[in-house]
Each structure stands twice: as structure tokens, then as C-alpha cells.
């Protein structure tokens, strides 16, 4: 329990330092206007995830797009995630939201990756909420290629089956080992139209 005290005040730290910067998180995926979006996705078929008996996830979405806060005025315009998945023998979607930007030690902290499976100290992070939209709720690296989306994951993310982000307490999704790397690919932006409208930013 310690621990994980210990890498949430850490988390959260990087957190703040990362949306001070504010720089665009992802101009090889989306453009700098406002509304501007790139949806990516996977779906692994049996044959996949026979070959592989202890991953857990079955599918995933992933969803950028650039806004600001709901109802703000004068505030700049924000990298926004919203993650999907599909878990073995769970007919619920699983969601999570938070916000991504770049900075040249985003995996980085007190000289230690954060993210372990990917190995740069740059790159862009992904920080997604907790309780609420200050607390923070695990966090992940990605990485374009070509015209997919390489994601990392070695922490617990903090996802909720209900439709809002502010709905519920949320629980924590682990991700193993064999849910550690995902590579998705590209998809037209109406394929996660609806993962927009499912976990609006509050």
C-alpha cells in the first residue's frame, strides 16, 4: 500500500509538471485546431488470444482529440484521451479519461522510467484521472508508427463501467504482462464517436 502511495504522489507530480508545459501532444496525430481527433483501434480474434492465455484484453480503443474544459472561457486547448478496453469474460466496456502531452522527460522521474517498458526519457504521457479530474488515475506512454499507435502500459489505470468519469469510484484496472504493449491501428474518427459522447470531460 506504501508503494503505491508513494508512486501515485509521484505520478501526480509528473502529472502537474507536464500539463504546465502544455505543449501539443501529438501534432504527428492530430492537428492543433480545436476539435481536431484521431480515433485508433484493436481487436484481437480468438486465434490471437488462444495463442496468448494470459492477456486479458480483447479489444481496445483509443481516442485524441483537442479541447478545453467544458463550460472554461479563455483556457487553451487540451490533448484529451479517452481510453477503451474489453476484458476476457466481461461483457462491459471499460473506460478511463484523461489528458496527453509531450515533454522531453516524460518518463522520467527521479532518474527512473516511469512507464519500464518504453525506453525513452522523452515521448508523449498520458496521465488519466482518478476520483476526479485532479486526482490522478495511472499513466501510460504511446508513440506513433507510421499510421498506427503503439501504447505502453505497465501501471494501473484507473477505468470505470459507467458512462461519466465523475460516476462512481472507479476501480483499477491491472495491466500485466501480457497486457503491456498494444499496437492499433488507425481508424476513421466515427469509430470512436461514441466513446466521446460515452466519457465526455467534465
Same mark, same amino acid.
Given at each position: ?64 482529440? /483537442? ?17 477503451? !478496453? ?8 471499460? /473506460? ?54 503503439? !501504447? ?51
Amino acid at each position: 500500500m506504501q508503494a503505491r502511495m508513494n508512486k501515485q504522489t509521484l505520478l501526480i507530480l509528473t502529472a502537474i509538471s507536464v500539463a504546465a508545459a502544455d505543449v501539443h501532444a501529438a501534432s504527428d496525430l492530430i492537428d492543433d485546431a480545436a476539435g481536431s481527433q484521431a480515433c485508433f483501434t484493436r481487436h484481437y480474434d480468438a486465434a490471437h488470444l488462444a495463442k496468448k492465455p494470459n492477456q486479458k484484453t480483447t479489444s481496445m480503443r483509443f481516442a485524441l482529440r /483537442r479541447e478545453t474544459y467544458p463550460d472554461s472561457v479563455d483556457t487553451p486547448l487540451l490533448t484529451f484521451a479517452r481510453l477503451e !478496453i474489453m476484458r476476457r469474460n466481461d461483457t462491459r466496456p471499460w /473506460r478511463a479519461i484523461g489528458q496527453c502531452a509531450f515533454d522531453q522527460q516524460a518518463n522520467r522521474a527521479d532518474g527512473r522510467a516511469i512507464v519500464s517498458n518504453y525506453a525513452h526519457a522523452d515521448g508523449i504521457a498520458c496521465h488519466m484521472t482518478g476520483e476526479n479530474l485532479d486526482a490522478e488515475g495511472g499513466i501510460f506512454m504511446i508513440e506513433p508508427v507510421d499510421n498506427k499507435l503503439k !501504447i505502453y502500459i505497465d501501471d494501473d489505470i484507473t477505468m470505470r463501467t459507467e458512462a461519466r468519469v465523475t460516476e462512481g469510484p472507479g476501480e483499477y484496472v491491472a495491466f500485466g504482462p501480457a497486457d503491456s504493449i498494444f499496437i492499433l491501428d488507425r481508424a476513421a474518427d466515427d469509430a470512436c464517436a461514441d466513446l466521446h459522447k460515452s466519457i465526455a470531460a467534465e
